[in-house]
């Protein structure tokens, strides 16, 4: 008799806890449906969109802003978008040490809403960058990347113009100095260096969290490294961690 | 009904906010805001450095450096007087016009 194939598991392993995600959507935002799509089918989560004129999310665990162009990038990349007002309830949000994830142009909006420090200006060779590249892991204490494992290489997406993060000296101090930096730009091998910084970013910055480490952004995207399919699924782990953060927290 | 409070409410507000404030009074003083954003001297500039290049491949000279900003107008109610045009047109560049990890920015009033 032949060995019955073993079924394939459907539903996802993580269904134990259940965590309200909540994806912004600004008019011009593209990765919502992406963000979506990685919580519902591969986390295992309830997860709502959220227009950007909705000021009430006290019913949500997470929210993630996604990437895009909002407001079409007018003015600066995520300016205007910072001014909506779903972006003071999310201030509000933050504040109570709830966890915001902002990939990408929502990077960019965490920035021009000062719950991020520094800026992103246009990258170093004027390109719009649109390739998979590898980031080290440079902290795995927040709430995003405890599932990692420090100098882990992931290969992720990236996909944009305005992603050269600058700062001034203090700032990048502090940020050096509270291990703030969450992601570098580097090769497969874990080696960052010059040739491996695709936009210029200060230190081969790509993602960093807030001083409280409840807000993290990041210019690759990890909700497009979910499937092997796509490429790469190493952006799992990131959403996983999520889940196990909050999970902890409520028990 | 609300729907017709809110409209005659406009009917007879706009016309009397002509005659608001003194300065309103007078016809035809409109003035303009001139907003100039540059990036700050300590960051750097590729799409200037780009400019930069282009200008020099088409032969021209003794050029040192080229930086590119932004430049905003803005047309000012006329019942605002010069100082208050100032100060709206500063808050507002410095709110929303220029991000002040990167750039900064002049502001001049034009009558």
């Not at chain 1, 703030?180 to 969290?209: K, L, M, Q, T």
């Not at chain 2, 309103?24 to 805001?33: D, E, F, L, W």
Request: glycine share 8%.
């Amino acid at each position: 008799m032949l060995a019955r194939e073993p079924r394939r598991r459907r539903t996802p392993k993580l269904a134990l806890h259940i965590m309200k995600f909540g994806v912004i959507v600004f008019p011009g935002s593209n990765c919502d449906h992406d963000a979506y799509h990685v919580i519902s089918k591969h986390v295992g989560q309830p997860v709502d969109f959220i227009w950007h004129r909705a000021t009430d999310l006290s019913s949500y665990d997470a929210l993630i802003i996604p990437g895009g162009f909002s407001y079409g990038d007018y003015l600066r990349a995520g300016a205007l978008a910072s001014f909506s007002p779903v972006m003071a309830s999310v201030k509000q949000f933050a504040a109570q040490d709830k966890l915001v994830l902002g990939i990408c142009n929502g990077f960019q909006i965490l920035c021009e809403a000062g719950l991020l420090p520094g800026a992103l200006i246009r990258n170093r060779e004027l390109h719009f960058v649109c390739e998979h590249v590898n980031v080290r892991v440079e902290s795995t204490d927040t709430p995003f990347t405890h599932e990692l494992r420090r100098g882990q290489v992931l290969k992720v997406p990236v996909a944009h113009a305005e992603g050269n993060y600058v700062c001034d000296d203090a700032t990048f101090e502090e940020l050096q100095r509270d291990n703030r930096v969450i992601f570098r730009y580097s090769d497969r091998h874990g080696r960052v260096s010059e040739e491996a910084n695709i936009n210029g970013s200060r230190d081969n910055i790509a993602g960093i969290c807030s001083r409280g480490r409840n807000v993290m952004g990041l210019m690759p995207h990890p909700e497009r490294a979910c499937e092997d399919a796509l490429g790469s699924s190493d952006g799992r782990a990131i959403f996983h961690s999520l889940v196990g953060a909050v999970t902890a927290i409520a028990a | 009904m609300p729907y017709y409070r809110a409209f005659f409410g406009w009917w007879v507000r706009a016309p009397l906010a002509r005659f608001s404030t003194p300065e309103a009074c007078v016809p035809g003083i409109n003035m303009k805001a001139k907003v100039y954003v540059t990036l700050k001297p300590s960051v750097l500039d590729p799409q200037g450095k780009a400019i930069k290049h282009s200008v020099e491949l088409l032969g021209y000279d003794g050029i040192d450096d080229v930086r590119q900003g932004k430049y905003f107008e803005i047309a000012l109610d006329s019942g605002l007087n010069e100082d208050n045009a100032r100060t709206e047109a500063t808050r507002m560049a410095r709110e929303i016009l220029s991000n002040p990890i990167i750039e900064d920015f002049r502001v001049e009033i034009e009558k």
